[in-house]
């Protein structure tokens, strides 16, 4: 059984309509939720915890997960691990992706004070249509997070470097990890 949280009502609605009401979508903040029931298992996927860029209000997910799982409940979550290595002078631009009709390039500012990156992802296609995407992200670097679970009552109990369960190293761009409650 599987339920989700979202709280754009433009998503909620296009939810609906890609999975019909098969999966409930409850309207609601991830950063400050309550359900009803408790659940043996809890999803944060595609680096979703980078979205809030207040540290209090990312520290929160963790406190509403803590209380939405049921006793010894996972929660698994998967965030890529930051390389900072890609900014000079604390600025990048780069081509993300092209195709023969399409080039996304980002242009990107790097806060290391704050974790923060602000990105504007510039996509022109050759017919000329342009679409600018900015995106605001506050990182978290993978011990970080550890410790933002451990104040809510979360063991990290396995991590990998993706869902195939291939070993996480210091070489690792991404980590699913899985904390249970305690």
């Known amino acids: 059984e599987v339920h989700g949280i979202e709280i754009s009502s433009s998503m909620i609605e296009r939810l609906h309509r890609n999975l019909g009401e098969a999966v409930p979508i409850v309207a609601n903040d991830m950063t400050a939720f309550t359900l009803d029931r408790g659940y043996p298992m809890a999803l944060l996927g595609f680096n979703t ?57 980002d242009y990107s500012i790097h806060e290391p004070d704050r974790q923060l990156i602000r990105t504007i992802a510039d ?21 970080q997070i550890d410790e933002l679970a451990a104040r809510a009552g979360l063991a990290l109990a396995e991590r990998y470097g993706w869902y195939d369960e291939a070993p996480f190293t210091d070489a690792s761009s991404h980590h699913v990890s899985v904390y249970r409650k305690v």
């Not at 990048?92 to 023969?100: E, F, H, K, Q």
């Not at 996509?123 to 011990?143: K, M």
Request: one cysteine or more.
């Open 49 to 105: 915890l980078f979205g809030p860029t207040d540290p209090e209000a990312q520290a929160n997910v963790f406190t509403s997960i803590h209380a939405a799982l049921e006793p010894d409940g996972a929660f698994v979550i998967d965030c890529f691990v930051p390389d900072l290595g890609r900014f000079a002078d604390d600025q990048s631009v780069r081509v993300a992706g092209m195709t023969d009709d399409w080039v996304r390039i």
């Open 123 to 143: 996509i022109r296609w050759l017919n000329g249509r342009t679409h600018l995407l900015p995106v605001t992200i506050r990182y978290l670097w993978p011990d």
